[in-house]
């Protein structure tokens, strides 16, 4: 049970770790002064997420998002937010393939060699079914967490910890209501497709209750991080490289990697969502159709990543707020939901 726990928690967790949640350009555009209680409240209200969705996952053993959203929001609306799940998650795949083939520019590799590279890698996971993608969050989110919070730590053990929380300077909480529903979809569409091997309800709660407290703590630390460079954030385009500019070159190509690896767990999952949908009408091996989802995609990356972020990241915010309200109220509206 322990043990599925956590793979289950390192899948959410890999899922919501992208490229703009590493960078640090997430945190900030959300949170930034005042938000010690937002991120307080974005971390409660995940976890109410996360065990409403899978227990609607587990309890339909389902193998796609259909059922979760059918029981989220009925059949009427449920065929106008499965297109909208699909194209988000196609696009912001999308912005990960663009984001991998920018990100390996720093180093020198040439931007179409990124590309390349991260649909080679992505392709391949799938080689293995569905089992490969949460073998790999399991071995690859955990280092990905350990390698940032071992750089916030050690940014915080140099400026001496001065981190503070007062309950009267909390104006910014209602972002965590934006925050959390920004993230809803890629939640439903993942855990959506994994009820059939969630084996017991404990499970469930290692994984919601685990990734809420991991995610919570870590956008805290982060956050009050970039509060101690806010006077340089707009010299970066990445705020993560204004917190290391007095580290070593090689602290930059170790944060360089980690960016990479965070766009590759959340192009990964994004296509683990949309496989599982595509699986309905088509009998292929999973590489397959990995393969041809993400060769359709390539394309699209010519819009660069900051525009694709720019424009899609604030619609789906808006789109996503009814989700989220209905998720909240699930437990209420159906007390049987732990059954």
Not at 100 to 121: K, N
Request: glycine letters at 8%.
């Amino acid at each position: 049970m322990w043990l599925n726990g956590f793979k289950w928690m390192f899948l959410i967790t890999g899922t919501m770790i992208g490229a703009g949640y590493a960078s640090g350009r997430e945190l900030w555009e959300f949170f930034g002064a005042e938000s010690g209680l937002a991120i307080f409240l974005f971390a409660i209200m995940f976890i109410i997420c996360c065990t409403v969705i899978m227990f609607i996952s587990y309890n339909h053993k389902s193998t796609h998002y259909l059922p979760v959203l059918q029981s989220l929001i009925g059949k009427r609306l449920t065929s106008v937010y499965d297109l909208m799940i699909f194209l988000y998650l196609f696009t912001t795949t999308v912005v990960m393939i663009a984001g991998g083939g920018a990100t390996l520019e720093v180093i020198h590799i040439p931007y179409w060699y990124g590309v390349a590279m991260l649909i080679s890698l992505v392709v391949l996971l799938f080689v293995w079914g569905t089992n490969g993608m949460t073998s790999v969050n399991a071995i690859l989110t955990p280092i990905l967490i350990a390698c940032l919070l071992g750089v916030l730590l050690s940014f915080q053990s140099l400026k001496g910890f001065p981190i503070e929380f007062h309950l009267n300077e909390q104006s910014n909480w209602p972002s965590a209501l934006t925050f959390t529903a920004l993230n809803i979809l890629p939640l439903i569409a993942v855990l959506g497709a994994v009820g059939n091997h969630i084996h017991h309800k404990g499970e469930i709660w290692i994984a919601s209750i685990g990734s809420g407290v991991v995610l919570g703590g870590v956008s805290f630390l982060y956050n009050e991080s970039l509060l101690q460079v806010a006077g340089e954030l707009m010299l970066y385009e990445i705020p993560l490289f204004a917190i290391l500019k007095h580290y070593p070159y090689f602290m930059v190509l170790v944060m360089t990697v980690l960016l990479w690896l965070a766009i590759y767990t959340t192009a990964a999952a994004g296509v683990f969502g949309l496989l599982s949908r595509v699986r309905i009408y088509v009998n292929w091996p999973p590489w397959v159709i990995a393969l041809f989802l993400l060769g359709s995609m390539a394309p699209l990356t010519l819009f660069g990543f900051s525009t694709l972020i720019a424009v899609l990241y604030p619609l789906y915010g808006i789109l996503n707020l009814y989700v989220f309200s209905a998720i909240l109220l699930y437990p209420i509206m159906n007390h049987r939901l732990v059954k």
